[in-house]
């Protein structure tokens, strides 16, 4: 598909969805959302909405989501496969709406358009197998037990996988029989509005849902609001950390949050695969992803070498508009997205660190481009080598063997992904034993996740309470449970 001028797109008028009706912020305050690639590139204007916009939201889906809690399986099943069906066929527009909005190259967006209606897929089967348990009564009687919905679910999702992240919290969430009130990213309101425009038009019923558009204000209203019976959030731990506390011990809280994803690479590894590796998690979606590789973790009699091959594959990016052919990586989101990412550089050089390659604003000012940087001669107490940057900077490590490599990986406050690259698979089985991670990867990057596995971190990566995505735990999130006791 040619790249469309911004003059043949009109900005889009986005609205929030309160009461089953499109409407705009109470006050008719907007903010404007452009093109992080071309700014000139207005994307739409949104409803800058308030706290009072959101408890009207919160009040509605708790009073409209009776009937969806009485819908059949069947019924929440067949909503969610028709919504995966609207997504689908709209998959090449939804596309380059993600590209322009979010900044992705068109590849990563096609992966995330294509993915989404499979997560809304998986959630429709776990509506059909919702089921209780039955045990034996010393009266002869019956116990048994009522999975029922928790009630009205509050999701708040951030920018960098904009129809991926919400879909897999608004998919189990309606599938168990919640209402659901959703608040994404003032970065990506586009596309959060698209995904409720497919549930809608799958048949969910308009007051069972809401959307409010926005910044921190309604977020931070969402999850104090008693109403709320159950909080899930994807982001950044430090808004985690708020949200935990404002949520407090009555209702439950889902909290999937930052992380500083190590790549071990071990004397025996196949250096030009380590570096394919690396480079795939540490510069794919410009480094804005919770499980990117960070910090590559190396044996020294290899360092050398494998730097060589991780800066010139780093190079050889073509960083760029993703709707244009060839790109191999887009902008970054946002401004403040290039400020943070310019400021560790920074950071990075004033610690001691060697900049080998990047982390320069590239000349073109039309978007926020920088190129993906590399530094060597990272030590432990190194601001870049603890803390969650969200952007193309990769700190390299060096450490004389498997020991001392395990315990830098562990040497910050997350514990979200982490990989090792290895011929040696007793020493793989030994890093994937010790290691403090929720996501262990062998061979392969730090990012990266099947639908049906679990995920969550440890440490600050996580409440490690409820997991996200998928197995076997993923549903008990959204229902609570009854036992009955029958006497006959």
Not at 138 to 157: K, M, S
Not at 443 to 452: I, S
Request: one cysteine or more.
């Amino acid at each position: 598909m040619p790249y469309s001028r911004p003059e043949t797109r009109p900005p889009h008028s986005g609205l929030n969805l309160v009461a089953g009706e499109w409407t705009p912020a109470a006050d008719g305050r907007r903010f404007e959302r452009r093109n992080p690639a071309d700014l000139s590139d207005l994307v739409g204007t949104f409803p800058d909405s308030s706290a009072d916009d959101m408890a009207a939201a919160i009040a509605a889906v708790e009073e409209g989501a009776e009937e969806w809690a009485a819908a059949s399986p069947e019924r929440r099943a067949g909503v969610l496969e028709a919504a995966a069906r609207w997504l689908e066929d709209r998959a090449d527009e939804l596309t380059v709406e993600l590209v322009r909005e979010e900044g992705k190259t068109r590849a990563e967006a096609a992966m995330e358009t294509g993915r989404t209606p499979k997560n809304l897929r998986f959630y429709a089967g776990e509506a059909l197998r919702i089921t209780g348990r039955s045990y034996p009564a010393d009266d002869g009687g019956l116990v048994y037990t009522r999975p029922e919905p928790v009630g009205v679910v509050g999701a708040i999702t951030p920018w960098n996988f904009p129809l991926n992240i919400p879909s897999r919290k608004l998919g189990p969430a309606l599938a168990a029989g919640n209402g659901v009130v959703f608040k994404p990213s003032p970065v990506t309101p586009l596309l959060a509005q698209r995904l409720v425009e497919a549930l809608l038009a799958g048949g969910l019923p308009p007051r069972a849902i809401a959307l409010v558009q926005g910044g921190a204000a309604p977020g931070a209203a969402l999850a104090a609001d008693p109403r709320v019976a159950a909080v899930t959030f994807t982001g950044s731990t430090e808004v985690g950390r708020a949200i935990h506390a404002s949520v407090g011990p009555s209702r439950r809280v889902q909290l999937e949050m930052g992380g500083k994803n190590p790549v071990i690479v071990l004397d025996d590894a196949d250096l030009d695969r380590a570096a394919q590796i690396i480079v795939k998690g540490a510069f794919g979606l410009g480094g804005q992803a919770c499980t990117g590789t960070s910090r590559v973790i190396v044996h020294e009699s290899v360092h050398d070498a494998l730097l060589e091959k991780v800066v010139a594959l780093a190079e050889s990016r073509t960083v760029g508009n993703g709707l244009h052919d060839g790109v191999t990586m887009g902008p970054l989101a946002a401004d403040f997205q290039l400020e943070k990412v310019l400021e560790y550089v920074r950071i990075g050089q004033d610690e001691g660190a060697k900049l080998v390659t990047g982390g320069a604003r590239l000349d073109d000012a039309s978007g926020y481009f920088v190129s993906p940087a590399v530094f060597t001669d990272v030590t432990p107490e190194m601001r870049i080598a603890r803390e969650e940057i969200f952007g193309p900077v990769l700190a390299f490590q060096r450490v004389s063997g498997l020991d001392e490599a395990v315990a830098l990986a562990d040497a910050t406050p997350y514990g979200l992904s982490a990989g090792i690259v290895t011929r040696d698979i007793e020493r793989a089985f030994a890093f994937a034993r010790r290691i403090r991670t929720g996501l262990v990867k062998i061979n392969q990057p730090t990012t990266g996740m099947a639908m049906t596995v679990p995920f969550g971190g440890f440490k600050e990566s996580s409440t490690q309470t409820f997991k996200e995505q998928a197995g076997d735990s993923m549903m008990l999130f959204y229902t609570q449970e009854k036992s009955v006791y029958l006497s006959p």
